[in-house]
T-cell receptor, first 113, second 115 residues
């Protein structure tokens, strides 16, 4: 079975500051890793995904994430956030060839002026 | 042009009523999902269909019944609505669940309020 832990439920940050949203996972099989973003009153949309290869993955809106196999982590980063980045961010894992994607509980990023 | 659409966007109803939510995707995907998101934003899978066949049926009350008339549509019918059913319901779709990466495309959500 797989599980996903997002270590922070809320992350307040000032505009133009860097941010890191932390995600740890556990799985006995290989997995694909995802970050989704949910803006207020909208559905989720894909930010980025790790399938294989380079451990640094770049996504939309200047976000990137680094896969660390030894620490089973997939932390999301952005060097300089904007007010418009205020949203809920979900880390997710999908076992290769498996049935179900497991989502973390979400981290609310709140960007202050 | 909308990839995954849901209707209605908002649904306000009384306890005990029966209601349906419809979902359609025009991405040519084989697999569709229903998720429930509670007030704390926790996302819980309810059902998944692959080409009209039920493949995931989580611990959900029998009052919830999904129906997939074809692989582009997945509807959710809820009988005897209860206060605890109030939530946002999301439909999503992906390529065949056991092939590819299972990247999912979500609809805009249906906010259900039971009074």
């Amino acid at each position: 079975a797989q599980s996903v832990t997002q270590l922070d439920s809320q992350v307040p940050v000032f505009e133009e500051a860097p941010v890191e949203l932390r995600c740890n996972y556990s799985s006995s099989v290989s997995v694909y890793l995802f970050w989704y973003v949910q803006y207020p009153n909208q559905g989720l949309q894909l930010l980025l995904k790790y399938l294989s290869g380079s451990t640094l993955v770049k996504g939309i809106n200047g976000f990137e994430a680094e896969f660390n196999k030894s620490q089973t982590s997939f932390h999301l980063r952005k060097p300089s956030v904007h007010i418009s980045d205020t949203a809920e961010y979900f880390c997710a894992v999908h076992p290769t060839g498996g049935f179900k994607t497991i989502f973390g509980a979400g981290t609310r990023l709140f960007v202050k002026a | 042009d909308t990839a995954v659409s849901q209707t209605p966007k908002y649904l306000v109803t009384q306890m005990g009523n029966d209601k349906s939510i419809k979902c359609e995707q025009n991405l040519g995907h084989d697999t569709m999902y229903w998720y429930k998101q509670d007030s704390k934003k926790f996302l819980k899978i309810m059902f998944s269909y692959n080409n009209k066949e039920l493949i995931i049926n989580e611990t959900v009350p029998n009052r919830f019944s999904p129906k997939s008339p074809d692989k582009a549509h997945l509807n959710l019918h809820i009988n005897s609505l209860e206060l605890g059913d109030s939530a946002v319901y999301f439909c999503a779709s992906s390529l065949r669940f056991d092939r590819g990466t299972n990247e999912q495309f979500f609809g805009p959500g249906t906010r259900l309020t039971v009074l």
